[in-house]
């Protein structure tokens, strides 16, 4: 591990367990939205990869596609595709073209596509990748599962494909089902209550998203921002419901205003189980 060792070719070996400190320090920066202080954590990194001729060993690969995935969020889509290109040619030369890791990689070049408005060809690449997976690694494995979310992300963008993405979503959750309200769950949930939407299965969306709130509410308790992201949600489901139900109103009066108390109902009654009588979502 020392940064002295020859590693053939001219080559000297990074001193991994510093550089996957970095690699730790650079990864919660950037969760907390520190963008600049990681973007130079792992542009420190790749800097003593290259001063040690040894750019394409693991430990770099990793901090290099730590990178991109900074860039692709930063809107650096140019720059995010030469550098996960980059990656994946690296993994092709250590673990070969259909190894996990490689396939995984060409996955996150699909999301440069999408960000740039390449649909078409983001869904190819992630059938091509979710194939090889299945077959290499298994149709539930955890990264074939992860591709096939990507997969259905993408269908959802376009109505002639999202028949097909409810049943990525459906096949996704049953296969995860073991795992309770996991943060993944729970996203795959989100997802496909909007899925749901956009295919005109408003009741539907409204039902799984009060269930991902309340499983938001029980895993992070109702001050976190990942709750208050979900009951944004809800409200919006349950908001878009009642602007049916009113125009109802007009046609058929008391069976609009009947329906419309019963939403209003169960929308306190939610929120007062979790949140108290008094909280102002419920007054």
């Given amino acids: 591990e020392g940064a002295g060792g020859v590693n053939g070719g001219g080559s000297f070996n990074l001193p991994v367990s510093a550089v996957k400190k ?7 920066l950037f969760r907390s ?13 790749l800097e003593e990869a290259k001063n040690c001729r040894n750019e394409q060993s693991e430990v770099a690969l990793m ?5 991109a995935l900074l860039l692709l969020k930063t809107g650096r889509l140019e720059e995010a595709t030469k550098t996960y290109k980059k990656v994946w040619m690296g993994k092709v030369t250590l673990y070969g073209e259909n190894n996990e890791n490689t396939l995984l990689t060409k996955a996150d070049l699909a ?3 999408v960000a740039s408005g390449q649909i ?9 990748v979710l194939a090889k997976l299945g077959h290499s690694i298994g149709k539930h494995s955890e990264s074939t599962l992860a591709v096939m979310v990507m997969l259905a992300d993408v269908l959802t963008k376009s109505s002639g494909t999202r028949e097909e993405a409810l049943g990525l979503y459906d096949e996704v959750l049953v296969a995860r089902r073991g795992e309770g309200a996991s943060s993944t769950v729970m996203s795959v949930k989100a997802n496909l209550a909007v899925c749901y939407d956009q295919t005109g299965q408003t009741e539907q969306a ?7 709130f309340v499983e938001h509410l029980n895993l992070f308790g109702p001050e976190a921002a990942e709750t208050a992201l979900a009951r944004a949600n809800l409200e919006y489901f349950r908001a878009r419901n009642l602007e049916a139900h009113y125009a109802v109103v007009a046609m058929r009066p008391e069976a609009g205003r009947r329906r419309c108390i019963d ?3 169960r929308s306190a009654e939610t929120w007062a189980v979790h949140l108290g009588e008094q909280h102002e979502a419920i007054v």
């Avoid at 901090?63 to 990178?67: I, N």
């Fill in 22 to 28: 970095s690699l730790a320090e650079g990864e919660e």
């Fill in 33 to 45: 939205g520190k963008l600049q202080e990681a973007e130079a954590v792992y542009q420190r990194i």
């Fill in 63 to 67: 901090a290099e596609g730590d990178y």
């Fill in 111 to 113: 999301s440069v596509l």
């Fill in 120 to 128: 078409e060809a983001a869904e190819r690449k992630l059938r091509e």
């Fill in 206 to 212: 409204e039902k799984l998203t009060e269930e991902v």
């Fill in 263 to 265: 939403l209003y109902t």
